[in-house]
């Protein structure tokens, strides 16, 4: 499967806790993007990496959130101190520049957080 | 400011019927991409249809087609010939051009139930 992939797909941790979270985008795109989805809403854009550059942050992204893309391969997401509110899906993304497919987002399967 | 408005939360449909899923859009950008997302239960958003702003013709993939109405900034979804595994949520997005990469923003969704 060459898809976007996340890993977990699941995390339950206490509240004041750290997480991270993987992404393994499509080999090759070298556009990625963490995207942030609760219960009943569309996903919201979190941040965005062309390569390993860090080209935009949301404000959603507080200083409890830091998000790597090392070598411009994959990309890690850490939520630090996590407070109930930060549970939601955490969803990766990724496109290339080129071509047909460069107008094209593709998801992977989302890391679901729940924060107790 | 850019958004994307779908009215119907919930839409249901008799299997092997066409339904059309409500999105319209503002913008002051010329030039922007729309594109439809189906998410089924797992989390995953699976790309379905894009229409590009200047595209003379309304896309088509298989049995989806979006209705695209520049004037009214309206993106229906259309799709033909329903099955049960078409139940899912689907969420309309457009691409805002900032800094030459697909940031996308999405519609709130509209959850499909497709009945035998």
């Known amino acids: 499967d060459t898809g976007v992939s996340q890993d977990p797909r699941h995390k339950i941790t206490k509240r004041g806790q750290n997480v991270t979270f993987r992404c393994d985008p499509i080999s090759e795109h070298n556009r990625l993007y963490w995207y942030r989805q609760t219960l009943g809403q569309g996903p919201e854009f979190l941040t965005y990496?062309?390569?390993?550059?860090?080209?935009?942050k949301s404000r959603l992204l507080s200083d409890r959130f830091s998000a790597e893309r090392p070598k411009g391969s994959f990309s890690t997401l850490e939520i630090q101190r996590t407070e109930q509110g930060d549970s939601a899906m955490y969803l990766c993304?990724?496109?290339?520049?080129?071509?047909?497919?460069?107008?094209?987002?593709?998801f992977g399967e989302g890391s679901w957080l729940t924060v107790v | 400011a850019q958004k994307i408005t779908q009215t119907q939360p919930g839409m249901f449909v008799q299997e092997k019927e066409a339904v059309t899923l409500d999105c319209t859009y503002d913008t002051s950008d010329p030039s922007y991409g729309l594109f439809w997302y189906k998410q089924p239960s797992s989390g995953e958003m699976i790309f379905l249809i894009y229409?590009?702003?200047?595209?003379?013709q309304n896309a088509t993939e298989g049995r989806y087609s979006l209705n695209f109405q520049k004037a009214r900034k309206s993106a229906n979804l259309v799709i033909s010939a329903s099955q049960l595994g078409d139940s899912a949520m689907y969420f309309c997005?457009?691409?805002?051009?900032?800094?030459?990469?697909?940031?996308?923003?999405f519609g709130a969704g509209t959850r499909l139930a497709v009945h035998p």
């Open positions: 993304a990724s496109s290339s520049v080129q071509g047909a497919s460069g107008n094209t987002i593709y």
């Open positions: 990496f062309q390569n390993e550059a860090q080209l935009e």
């Open positions: 997005a457009m691409r805002r051009p900032s800094g030459g990469y697909n940031k996308l923003i």
């Open positions: 229409q590009g702003s200047y595209d003379q």
